[in-house]
């Protein structure tokens, strides 16, 4: 694997040796010593462009603990004030002898650009690329639904889960990621959504869509139900229109205690971070002994140490 | 170039007219003086014209020359000569340059500056509104009075998006016998949009372009021409929605044209996959079945004619994140090879159908007088060669544009014009031609 830019580029076998990896790193950060030499000597660079310091200082996490040099280059630049362009620090970047680019970029298909238009030569490893994709989140939700879900996690998929994904799923990567490596991985994936923030082409993407978190409730016996943040300003103000009011979101959308109740026993509540209490989510389900949203934090950090090291170190196994 | 325009006679010898009629062409003193090379001066260039189509000189009526403001992408120097080798004897020059060409002291820069390069005719078009800003008319009756004569007048890049701005313009234009043409985009619905709204949109996560943009701006102005009895035409239409709204105002009469763009016809929104920004096109690259519907209203003659939106940018503007490049492709060169790629070589058209729709028609909607006119004795001297044997890949920095945003590197084309003269005048010949001028 040279990059890892999208989880539709994964097939089912590529997919389970990052969750089986996973747990390997995830082994490790148990132990007394947690780091590991395996990067020494390689560079790793987090090239964010839009601010995101959860998702930094997880990849950081994960470059350290690999023993790799981090050098985080903060980039910040929109297309109304365009910083240093995208070329110029891919080039700066190849001229100091970067092995791997974490790039967090506010364009879709930024991460793509940097990896296949010959500025540089490293690894790119996408951490969010506009609304497009965000491929080792998904893949830190699949280790987290996997780990509680499936009776022997090791070497298996998620075959026979239903997944609801609750929210905007119009601009979300983390949507666009999970729903991809969801159905690779042979889950069920329920969308809950107002239709305006649905793509236009959602019919055809293999997902069942329910426009109410009690109807999806009703119809689907669901195993883990994903949160979506919302963007309170971006949805109704400026004239966009994609919900009347946050008030009518959360009665039709918000997960509380009583539709947290209404899950199978076994049921989790994940999140992506960070939350809109009181709007996505309420303090009650957040918080409940249901919520994997913390765990989800932290095998984010084993995920990327994965990620990281099947880029970087190939296919020797983890000392 | 300089050593083609000598004022020597011409003879094409056993060119194919039209595709269908054998003849020679003498050219002599800016016409046609006789379909015989009998006829021919002594001293007469002789072309052999077998194998060759010869057609009326193409007319573009939608080019985007950069200058004035923007020479870094396109000079009216380069892009008259990039149109003279696609086949172009005629080009109509968008509004949209800096300062926009909104007054007549703009419009006669750009149209004299195009007569001392002297490679095309550079009718400007000018803008409807100040500024291309929608709201104020500029005056366009000092352009339509102006040296330039201008006649077409368009806010392309942007669309008239206010009815009552846009019913005012054609009811105005109606006195110097003007029309507008109209870029279709309603600007609320296309908020930040990066591409062609369907499956692929939702795929990459970029913001759509959805196909009712166009329409719904059609259908009003269609409704609009009709109530007021003027002439509307559309730029660029994209979409199979769009094709059937021309259809219908047509067979309700209304006086309506429409023109379709070569990339609309060949490429597809799936091109868009791999973020590469040279597919960044406005309108957006469509669907197959819009891809479909474009080759059939060509063929049915709901769409009038093809013209090229050439939109030259700068590597800098192209090399980059998709949200950050500009919109555009340049089509001048490429333009006639597609035609008979997408319609000639399929059987949907004849050659005689390319003359209507790249040279003819243009020519009557800007009522651009010398062109356009039958390959016939006493006509102007205006005559394209295609050779449709001539298969080429397209190699984007191949180009005389200043600019090498084409997004068909590496197709291959069946065909290109071989030779372009302007009043008999030789403005573009293949190499294998220019040892007849020495």
């Known amino acids: 694997m040279k990059h890892l830019l999208s989880t539709q580029d994964l097939s089912r076998e590529d997919a389970i040796r990052i969750l089986d990896t996973s747990e390997q790193m995830a082994a490790t950060q148990d132990r007394e010593i947690r780091k590991l030499p395996t990067l020494r000597g390689k ?28 050098i985080n280059f903060g980039a910040k630049g929109s297309s109304v004030s365009k910083g240093e362009s995208l070329k110029d620090t891919a080039l ?13 970029h506010w364009a879709s ?3 793509e650009r940097l990896a296949t238009s010959g500025w540089m030569y490293g690894s790119v490893l996408n951490a969010g690329d506009g609304t497009h994709q965000h491929p080792t989140q998904a893949l830190l939700d699949a280790f987290t639904m996997r780990k509680h879900l499936v009776d022997s996690p090791t070497g298996s998929d998620l075959a026979g889960l239903t997944v609801a994904l609750v929210g905007d799923v119009l601009h979300s990567r983390v949507a666009r990621s999970n729903i991809a490596l969801l159905k690779t991985l042979g889950a069920t994936v329920v969308v809950v959504s107002p239709p305006t923030l649905l793509p236009v082409g959602i019919s055809q993407w293999g997902v069942k869509i329910s426009h109410g978190l009690d109807a999806a409730l009703d119809e689907h016996q669901i195993d883990a139900v994903m949160m979506l943040r919302v963007q309170r300003e971006r949805m109704t103000g400026g004239g966009a229109q994609f919900f009347p009011s946050p008030e009518e979101y959360t009665r039709m959308f918000g997960l509380d205690g009583d539709r947290m109740r209404r899950l199978p026993d076994h049921g989790i509540v994940m999140h992506p971070g960070p939350m809109n209490r009181g709007l996505e989510i309420t303090a009650e389900a957040a918080d409940s002994a249901r919520s994997v949203i913390v765990e989800q934090v932290s095998n984010g950090v084993a995920v990327r140490m994965a990620a990281l090291y099947l880029l970087l170190a190939g296919e020797e196994g983890v000392q | 170039m300089s050593d083609l325009a ?42 052999d014209g ?3 189509i010869a057609l009326p000189g193409l007319v573009d009526l939608h080019t985007h020359l950069r200058e004035p403001g923007r020479e870094d992408a396109e000079t009216i120097a380069s892009g008259s000569l990039s149109a003279a080798r696609g086949g172009y004897v005629a080009v109509h020059a968008m509004a949209n340059t800096t300062p926009t060409a909104d007054t007549a002291g703009v419009v006669e820069q750009v149209w004299s500056r195009g007569l001392e390069i002297g490679l095309v005719d550079v009718f400007p078009v000018g803008a409807v509104t100040v500024g291309l800003g929608g709201t104020q008319l500029s005056e366009m009756g000092a352009m339509a009075n102006s040296r330039a004569k201008v006649r077409v007048f368009s806010d392309d890049g942007k669309c008239v998006h206010d009815p009552v701005v846009m019913r005012r313009a054609l009811e105005y234009v109606k006195s110097f016998d003007g029309v507008i043409a109209q870029h279709a985009q309603d600007p609320r619905l296309t908020e930040g949009a990066q591409m062609h709204e369907g499956f692929v949109s939702g795929d990459l996560g970029l913001t759509g372009w959805p196909a009712v943009a166009e329409e719904s701006i059609i259908a009003r102005d269609v409704l609009l021409a009709e109530h007021v009895g003027s002439r509307v035409h559309i730029c660029h239409l994209s979409t199979a929605g769009s094709v059937e709204i021309i259809r219908w105002a047509k067979s309700r009469g209304i006086n309506v044209t429409a023109e379709a763009m070569p990339h609309h016809m060949l490429l597809t929104d799936e091109s868009v996959r791999g973020y590469d920004p040279r597919f960044k096109v406005n309108p957006p690259l469509r669907t197959q079945a819009d891809v479909d519907a474009l080759h059939a209203g060509l063929a049915d003659g709901t769409i009038d004619i093809v013209a090229t939106d050439h939109a030259p940018h700068p590597d800098e503007d192209k090399d980059c994140e998709w949200a950050s490049a500009a919109f555009g492709m340049i089509g001048l060169e490429t333009a006639v090879g597609i035609v008979q790629k997408t319609m000639v070589d399929t059987g949907l058209i004849t050659w005689r159908d390319v003359a209507r729709v790249m040279s003819e ?54 065909g290109r014009a071989v030779a372009t003269f302007l009043r008999g005048r030789a403005t573009h010949v293949d190499p294998r031609f220019e040892g007849a001028f020495s």
Do not use: C
Request: aromatic share 4%; charged share 20%; glycine share 8%.
């Open chain 1, 43 to 70: 560079t790793v660079v987090n090239l964010f462009f839009e601010d995101s310091t959860r998702t930094r200082i997880s990849f950081e996490a994960a470059a350290k603990r690999l023993s790799a040099d981090v």
């Open chain 1, 92 to 104: 700066t970047l190849q001229a100091m002898g970067a092995d791997a680019v974490v790039i967090r």
């Open chain 1, 109 to 111: 298909g930024a991460a």
């Open chain 2, 6 to 47: 000598t004022n020597r006679p011409v003879v094409i010898t056993g060119a194919s007219l039209y595709g269908d009629t054998k003849a020679d062409l003498v050219l002599v003193d800016g016409v046609i003086a006789s379909l015989s090379a009998k006829d021919a001066p002594t001293d007469a260039v002789t072309i």
């Open chain 2, 50 to 52: 077998t194998g060759l």
């Open chain 2, 361 to 414: 028609t243009p020519a009557s909607i800007g009522r651009d007088e010398a062109h356009g006119r039958p390959l016939a004795k006493g006509e102007p001297a205006n005559v394209t060669l295609v050779d449709p044997k001539a298969a080429w890949t397209v190699e984007p920095t191949a180009t005389a544009s200043r600019s090498n945003n084409s997004p068909f590197g590496g197709i291959e084309l069946p």
